[in-house]
């Protein structure tokens, strides 16, 4: 079976903290993606990654980094958590058609 | 920026009755798929149509695109309680090489027992 994993399905923060979430596929993808997911919103792009060391800025990507030092493993990085990053973050690997982890629910307070 | 918008918002059927929900879009595309996402969850990839493609069949799923009217349309026959889920439609840029999926804000849809 096909797998993303995320490393966490809820997480509470404090404002100011540097936030580090994990995603690892194990599918060989060259792609890797991470979105947020707001109420009425769906789901809006933060960045993505073709290649190992390689990205791209989606959407939204003011507030945080990633890094892709490993084609299985993707980190989304808050570098300074604030409120309005409250979310669900959920990590997809693939091509055409995408396989998405659980996804993370954080909680910044 | 989001490519597709489903509608309608919220959707409640009984059990055994089908289900239709819609999305359009806003510049060519090559591809649309439709996902679901049960409460909590990650998405789950159901159905990919191609462009050239009018109508597209997976089990009780039937799914139509119109390109001329840039919209899709999904269809959940004879629903059951493990249908109740959101359904959010999404689509890549027109380059063949952009895997850049947007999504629309997706259709809630409750089967009621």
């Known amino acids: 079976d096909v797998k993303v994993t995320q490393s966490s399905r809820y997480l509470v923060k404090r404002t100011g903290e540097k936030v580090f979430l994990e995603c690892v596929q194990d599918?060989?993808?060259?792609?890797m993606f991470w979105y947020r997911q707001d109420p009425g919103l769906g789901l809006r792009l933060i960045y993505f990654?073709?290649?190992?060391?390689?990205?791209e800025k989606g959407d939204i990507p003011e507030g945080y980094s990633v890094s892709r030092e490993k084609k299985e493993r993707f980190s989304l990085i808050l570098e300074s958590a604030s409120t309005n990053q409250t979310s669900m973050y959920l990590c997809?690997?693939?091509?055409?058609?995408?396989?998405f982890g659980s996804g993370t629910q954080l909680s910044v307070l | 920026s989001q490519q597709g918008e489903e509608d309608p918002q919220a959707l409640s059927i009984q059990e055994g009755e089908n289900a239709t929900m819609n999305c359009s879009y806003k510049t060519s595309i090559n591809n649309l798929q439709w996902y679901r996402q049960n409460s909590g969850r990650g998405l789950v990839h159901l159905i990919l149509?191609?462009?050239?493609?009018r109508e597209k069949h997976s089990g009780r799923l039937r799914v139509t695109l119109d390109t001329s009217k840039k919209s899709s349309s999904l269809l959940i026959t004879a629903s059951q309680a493990a249908d109740t889920a959101s359904y959010f439609c999404a689509s890549p840029g027109g380059r063949s090489n952009d895997y850049k999926l947007s999504f629309g804000a997706g259709t809630t849809v409750t089967v009621r027992a």
């Open positions: 149509i191609r462009s050239n493609e």
């Open positions: 997809a690997s693939g091509s055409e058609k995408l396989f």
């Open positions: 990654s073709y290649d190992v060391k390689m990205k």
């Open positions: 599918m060989d993808h060259e792609n």
